[in-house]
């Protein structure tokens, strides 16, 4: 069984898609930077370059039960949805079915389909997993830098690591010149998300391929590829967003209504950019978290 310390170092390596060269001694220039997977849409706000996948997902439940305990309100509150079924291409080209039912059990847990995007969620469900890759991206920093110590940090319910905990300690105060930011990852609001939208619609951002229904049938002697993997770092390139349309609907801040489409609509539907309603959890929903550097007073926390 792998360490706590260390499932978080994978976390963070796994959101990872580039870092800078230099990262600075002194976090009051950490929002200056370009956070893991995340690209910048204005001078503020930044938005993951994918969505997020069933390896993320792991990840977290990983931690939730090391932390809170198997059998936890927090562990079992974190699951995903089980019912329905998925399918993906067969890998064998076709040479068969074609399709292949893969139960969401499966698709969750197989290893084939971790870098697939995490669906079968709620709203609650992303936001809740949001906060906890924010304590954990900010522990990592804090560690790096020497603030923390790694030997120290707790893996119990009762004394881990969260940004409000931190920005409440001793060690927080003594530090207080050092650090002026911390990481907040969310989910947007429509306001945001039109932000993004208008770079889209401007052309002012690299996004990449239309996965739905008509794109699809280009590819694989025209079989329907029903869903793809949203993390690829040997075809991944810098600076674009991957899925922004198409592949799977993204959660925004409003229960129900998700935007960019999704692999059960045409390209042209696609293409108006407008957000939809949708019951979810399901299977062509999930999400990708924005980003913004937070400044933080002290004078709060004292």
Request: one cysteine or more; proline letters at 4%; a negative charge.
């Amino acid at each position: 069984m792998q360490s706590l310390t260390s499932i978080k170092i994978i976390l963070f390596l796994s959101f990872c898609t580039h870092l800078p060269a230099q990262t600075p001694k002194n976090l009051k220039d950490f929002n200056t930077i370009l956070p893991p997977n995340c690209i910048p849409i204005n001078d503020t706000l930044l938005c993951d370059q994918t969505e997020v996948s069933n390896l993320n997902w792991k990840e977290y439940t990983y931690y939730i039960k090391k932390v809170m305990g198997e059998e936890s309100v927090e562990a079992k509150s974190a699951m995903s949805d089980q019912d329905g079924h998925m399918f993906k291409l067969d890998p064998d080209n076709g040479s068969k079915k074609g399709r292949i039912p893969v139960h969401k059990s499966q698709y969750h847990h197989y290893a084939f389909y971790d870098d697939y995007p995490v669906i079968g969620i709620s709203l609650q469900q992303a936001k809740n997993f949001c906060t906890w890759r924010s304590n954990v991206v900010f522990e990592h920093f804090l560690v790096e830098r020497n603030i923390l110590e790694s030997s120290t940090l707790s893996q119990n319910r009762d004394n881990h690591f969260t940004i409000d905990n931190y920005l409440h300690s001793e060690i927080a105060q003594e530090n207080k010149h050092l650090v002026s930011h911390y990481p907040r990852y969310f989910i947007p609001s429509e306001e945001e998300w039109s932000l993004l939208k208008e770079k889209i619609q401007n052309n002012e951002i690299k996004i990449g391929k239309i996965n739905s229904r008509s794109a699809a049938k280009k590819h694989q002697n025209k079989k329907i590829i029903p869903i793809q993997a949203v993390r690829n770092t040997s075809q991944k390139t810098k600076n674009t967003f991957y899925h922004i349309l198409g592949n799977v609907s993204e959660m925004i801040d409003e229960e129900f209504y998700v935007e960019g489409g999704d692999y059960t609509q045409t390209a042209d539907d696609i293409l108006l950019l407008e957000k939809k309603k949708e019951i979810y959890p399901s299977d062509f929903v999930g999400f990708r978290c924005f980003f913004v550097w937070e400044e933080i007073d002290y004078e709060l926390y004292k």
